[in-house]
């Protein structure tokens, strides 16, 4: 077997040959069996070839393993200050040139010396509860209406409740089981009795057979992109002016079990968040709890009364 990404030929040209087959492997094949090996998901091994293509394209045509520290330092000051890309998109890039060069090149000395981005502060933004509620009474759909609902009832993703199957819903012991989710992990999460009348009035008008919102046209789940459609134009529709996604409904779930009291450690599993850090954003944004607070300036005038 020769080795791999040897020297030569064009970017996307096969590097790796044994007998039993006829045609090299792609970089692309490569790249896509080694993070298969370690259990990336779909949606990164997707992401990475995005990143490794577009750098390819722009040091065309020379050879990956040709190109320097230097050359790899002058791409991100090219995506910093000529196409404005966000400190998460630069990353994102990172991790995938990190992958191709330390995992599969074994060359850890290119970028290594290569600083990553300092990542923004940004706090999501939130709707309150009726602003949530008018965006539910936007949606005539039944379909439409409960998927809504139930990413809102248990702080889902888009993508895992597109995903969700009919045996993932316990309504005995009020539980959601979320399957692969970010980071191939499962998780549990909590099942809303409002969400499951309107789960069983659903399912008695569309008696999907294996995932619980299917597609249409073939596709064997409802695609997210038809979810996130749905929700902007139900936002439209209800009037909201806030900059918001259909995973808003999310950070909104989360903002609301702390205004109502519950322990940030039971919201980190519900989440589905490795770090503590993550969900402690939310203890940021209950506006609810920063307007029951006095000023000290106000707390001295009473004093002085």
Not at 152 to 158: E, I, N, Q, T, W
Request: aromatic share 10%; net charge positive.
């Amino acid at each position: 077997m020769e080795g791999i990404f040897a020297g030569g030929g064009t970017q996307s040209e096969g590097f790796l040959r044994d007998s039993a087959q006829k045609k090299p492997a792609t970089l692309f094949e490569v790249l896509k069996g080694e993070m298969r090996l370690r259990n990336y998901s779909p949606k990164t091994i997707k992401s990475y070839k995005s990143c490794i293509d577009n750098f390819i394209r722009f040091n065309s045509p020379r050879h990956l393993r040709e190109l320097t520290s230097e050359d790899i330092r002058s791409y991100f000051t090219w995506l910093i200050e000529k196409q404005k890309s966000a400190p998460s998109t630069i990353n994102q890039i990172y991790n995938a040139l990190r992958f191709l060069y330390v995992e599969l090149y074994k060359m850890p000395f290119i970028i290594k010396e290569i600083p990553r981005p300092k990542k923004e502060r940004k706090l999501p933004d939130v709707l309150d509860r009726e602003e949530v509620w008018k965006i539910f009474d936007a949606v005539g759909n039944l379909k439409h209406k409960t998927i809504l609902m139930l990413i809102y009832s248990a702080g889902l993703r888009v993508g895992e409740s597109v995903r969700l199957k009919i045996q993932d819903i316990d309504s005995k012991q009020k539980l959601i089981h979320v399957r692969g989710a970010k980071g191939n992990k499962d998780r549990y999460t909590i099942l809303s009795d409002v969400i499951l009348e309107k789960l069983r009035e659903y399912y008695k008008m569309y008696r999907p057979k294996d995932y619980l919102f299917e597609g249409g046209k073939g596709r064997v789940h409802l695609a997210e992109r038809s979810v996130q459609n749905v929700f902007q134009r139900a936002v439209k529709v209800a009037g909201i002016k806030k900059q918001v996604s259909v995973h808003s409904l999310r950070h909104s779930f989360a903002t609301h079990l702390i205004e109502s009291g519950a322990d940030i450690r039971y919201i980190q599993e519900l989440l589905g968040h490795s770090s503590m850090k993550t969900t402690e954003i939310y203890t940021h944004i209950t506006k609810s709890a920063l307007g029951k607070l006095v000023s000290p300036l106000d707390q001295m005038k009473n004093r002085n009364k």
